[in-house]
């Protein structure tokens, strides 16, 4: 069973879905998985470098993946990870 993956609307317009299933050992693999299968979603998920951007939060199970490992994180089958984009205004 992989993990889940929950798009906010402004990605998941590009995957067709708010909820998408990825595989890998890592989150960053199986982000790498999802942007070899959402070509649209690759850049905006990630950076030229293949870490993720400042202003897009992961959430692995409820958890800040900045503060546990970041792409590196391991995953297991039937984590959920929520993708938050940050939001600016005033």
């Known amino acids: 069973m992989p993990i889940t993956i929950q ?3 402004v990605l998941a317009d ?3 879905s708010r909820s998408i299933e990825a595989n890998g050992a890592t989150l960053g ?3 790498d998985e999802v942007a ?3 070509p649209a979603l690759a850049s905006r998920l990630r950076d030229d470098k293949g870490d993720p951007y400042e202003y897009v ?3 692995l199970n409820d958890e800040d993946i900045r503060l546990i490992g970041g792409f590196r994180v391991p995953v ?3 984590d959920e990870v929520t993708i ?3 939001v ?3």
Do not use: I
């Open 14 to 16: 590009l995957a067709g």
């Open 84 to 86: 938050v984009p940050a």
């Open 36 to 38: 070899g299968r959402f």
């Open 57 to 59: 939060v992961f959430y």
């Open 76 to 78: 297991t089958d039937g």
């Open 29 to 31: 693999e199986a982000v």
């Open 7 to 9: 798009l906010p609307k």
């Open 88 to 90: 600016a205004g005033g």
